[in-house]
């Protein structure tokens, strides 16, 4: 089975933005939870999330859809 890399994103107390605090790689959502939760156990989280890697898209002003409307090269 292939391993599928996640981005792990946590809040410390409620109303905190979540911020990006690592990643993991695991064969599915579960394991990713599990492996993050117990690789970044040294802080006490009120909120712990996982994304896959592949999941998440960037928006950057430099490439993407914003390039054209900007009169950037196409």
């Not at 117990?38 to 002003?61: A, D, G, H, K, L």
Request: aromatic letters at 10%; hydrophobic letters at 35%.
């Amino acid at each position: 089975m292939i391993e599928i890399t996640y981005d792990v994103f946590a809040r410390k107390n409620r109303g905190d933005q979540l911020s990006h605090v690592g990643y993991v790689d695991a064969l599915d959502d579960e394991t990713a939870k599990v492996h993050a939760w117990t690789t970044y156990s040294e802080e006490n989280w009120f909120e712990m999330c996982v994304v896959q890697r592949s999941q998440i898209i960037p928006v950057n002003r430099d490439d993407g859809p914003f390039v054209k409307a900007r009169g950037g090269p196409e």
